[in-house]
């Protein structure tokens, strides 16, 4: 069953409630706190984004607020993407402040199974909130594996000559992963802080399901690790590269400046207009300096060349 009420969405199984809130109002707010008695801390804070996660335990409800790093699905909501719950015995409050991709399509998963009478949720709602952390940290592995793409791509590019342009798409990726780590870290104390708080609220026998949430959390955290090491590595092959081809540029351009340096003496000192100059009344002259130039600058290409093995 789904109603609609401006950016409220209200999903029911049985006697399960699940109300989804994108950018509550004070009226929809008030609404859910009288609906669901919530705290009026909580419902305070239910009105615009917090910059911390979370978790709160109520006599009726446990309060949770996580912040989840986003690279390729970016709405309005820059970084990050906050969502609040608020959940009690029979209750979940969603509530967030840009669009989720992955609630969205949790809700379609929802209503099928409540219509077809099929639906693995337990007997409280935790379990609902469960299966949401478990799609939102499907989703966080679907962002890292774009990333593994990118890996591709740019490893790819990094062997076809393109170092230069590879400089800023690896610094760009590891900002990416820099922000997505920064977002992440605090997942770790939180959820096991609402691992305690849902063991005492739900009952022993939930608590498997709660260290299930924190074994999510802890494979994309190594998979976050993993990606890390890999774009690090990336950057000090491209900059090792980066570094020969210059090093080999400047070798030339200095190998030509020591060839052409005598060369250039050498037109200098028959260019002077003073007496005594050899050859210079010869009919030939030109032909005769621009030859011993010829054979110096021979000469001197191959000491740089099979001698010193310089080029």
Request: charged fraction near 25%.
């Amino acid at each position: 069953m789904l109603e609609y009420k401006v950016m409220i969405s209200r999903y029911t199984y049985k006697d399960l409630v699940w109300v989804d809130v994108q950018s509550p109002t004070q009226e929809e707010v008030r609404s859910l706190m009288e609906e669901f008695s919530i705290h009026p801390l909580v419902a305070d804070e239910l009105l615009g984004p917090t910059l911390r996660p979370k978790v709160d335990l109520y006599q009726d409800f446990i309060y949770l607020i996580l912040h989840f790093p986003t690279i390729t699905h970016k709405h309005d909501g820059g970084e990050d993407q906050e969502i609040d719950f608020i959940i009690g015995k029979k209750f979940i409050i969603t509530a967030h402040y840009d669009l989720v991709d992955q609630l969205h399509e949790f809700s379609k998963v929802f209503e099928v199974n409540s219509i077809l009478d099929k639906s693995i949720i337990g007997d409280h709602a935790g379990f609902i909130l469960f299966y949401i952390l478990k799609d939102l940290y499907k989703m966080l592995d679907g962002e890292l594996d774009h990333i593994n793409h990118d890996f591709n791509e740019i490893q790819d590019d990094i062997f076809k000559g393109k170092e230069r342009d590879m400089v800023n798409s690896i610094s760009h990726l590891n900002r990416d992963l820099l922000n997505f780590k920064q977002i992440l870290r605090p997942h770790k104390e939180v959820l096991e802080s609402f691992e305690v708080a849902g063991t005492k609220f739900f009952g022993e026998e939930f608590s498997y399901y709660l260290h299930t949430i924190v074994g999510e959390f802890y494979k994309i955290s190594s998979m976050l690790d993993g990606h890390r090491e890999t774009v690090l590595d990336l950057r000090d092959t491209n900059d090792s590269l980066l570094t020969t081809k210059t090093n080999d540029i400047m070798k030339t351009l200095t190998i030509t400046a020591f060839i052409l340096l005598p060369l250039t003496f050498i037109g200098q000192v028959f260019g002077m207009s003073v007496p005594g100059i050899p050859a210079v009344d010869n009919p030939n002259a030109f032909w005769i300096i621009l030859s011993a130039m010829g054979v110096v600058g021979v000469c001197l290409f191959a000491y740089f060349k099979f001698f010193k093995k310089w080029m």
